[in-house]
């Protein structure tokens, strides 16, 4: 590959991941690829526990696509004690010391994993933050009754600057190297909040994080609200924005996971995952078959309800 990537168009981009997600990891990264444009060249960071295994596969794809670089970097002793819930790893946190990790950069993109991307990258790398320490979606315009609550009794009047999601995002490592917000990341590791890292950031970054359309994290939340015609959603964000969002946008599945379950969008990882080097026709032959027997289970009213919430989403599930 020698030194082509120093004439290209160089992003950044951070993930954070376990073991457990190298599948999903593998997949992610495959639409990354599959989709950047003929000039970018992806600068990739993995920041993880101790676990020699985790490279795996992954790496193959630095072979296979000739469009980007790894760096895995391995992360011990930073919140041991972080509060965890829903099964959510340690390595959630990890996104929080980009800043410490990472100092090649003063800017990167950062994104979860159970994500599949359908455009180049380069239009968000290139937004200005200004005095921003990130830029994100907010969530509050799709938000559920409940997580509503949960997010107004969290931040207090700080709701008032939004909620905004951290599966996608841009950090201003600069500044927040300047700002040493780090350690204010650091000391709320432990506190119980149900969003973990989610809720640190918009408690400790209220009123400097720069929104962006829904196209960057287009989230389970986001489709079912734009797909149901919601009104808060269309008054945050003109046609054209929801449009871009339902063809090309980052597709974040924050709920149901479609290599687990049956879920809204499924199809869009199925058919990157079927044609990645990480695709296993073992999984894929159980996976379909559990799918099947639980249909079957079903009584006929709870399939009728199916097919009609089908229909309803424009034919995907």
């Not at 990739?44 to 790496?59: C, M, V």
């Not at 994993?113 to 455009?119: G, K, L, N, P, T």
């Not at 408690?203 to 829904?214: F, K």
């Not at 290599?259 to 990480?278: A, G, H, L, Q, T």
């Amino acid at each position: 590959m020698g030194d082509n990537n120093l004439i290209m168009n160089t992003i950044p981009i951070l993930f954070t991941f376990d073991g457990s997600l190298k599948t999903a990891a593998g997949v992610c990264l495959t639409s990354l690829l599959e989709n950047a444009g003929p000039d970018t060249f992806y600068d990739i960071f993995i920041l993880h526990e101790p676990d020699p295994h985790i490279s795996g596969k992954l790496t193959d794809l630095a072979s296979h696509y000739g469009n980007c670089r790894f760096t895995f970097r391995e992360v011990r002793g930073e919140f041991e004690e972080g509060y965890n819930i829903r099964g959510i790893p340690e390595t959630a946190y990890f996104r929080l010391l980009a800043p410490e990790r990472i100092p090649e950069y003063d800017k990167i993109l950062y994104s979860d994993v159970d994500v599949i991307f359908r455009e180049d990258l380069s239009k968000y790398y290139a937004i200005d933050l200004k005095d921003n320490y990130f830029a994100g979606v907010d969530s509050l315009p799709a938000i559920n009754a409940d997580d509503l609550l949960y997010a107004q009794k969290t931040l207090g009047e700080k709701i008032k600057n939004g909620y905004f999601y951290s599966g996608n995002l841009i950090l201003n490592l600069k500044l927040l190297r300047q700002d040493n917000k780090i350690e204010e990341f650091r000391g709320l590791g432990d506190c119980h909040f149900k969003f973990q890292d989610m809720d640190i950031i918009n408690l400790t970054c209220s009123g400097r994080i720069l929104p962006l359309g829904p196209s960057f994290c287009l989230s389970t939340y986001y489709y079912d609200s734009i797909m149901s015609g919601r009104e808060s959603v269309k008054a945050a964000f003109g046609k054209d924005e929801l449009d871009h969002a339902m063809k090309s946008g980052i597709v974040h599945y924050n709920g149901a996971k479609p290599w687990k379950e049956v879920c809204p969008n499924m199809d869009i990882w199925w058919s990157y995952y079927r044609r990645s080097i990480f695709y296993d026709e073992e999984f894929t032959h159980k996976f379909w078959k559990d799918q099947t027997y639980r249909l079957e289970k079903m009584s006929l009213m709870k399939r009728i309800k199916l097919v009609g919430r089908y229909f309803r989403k424009g034919g995907r599930m």
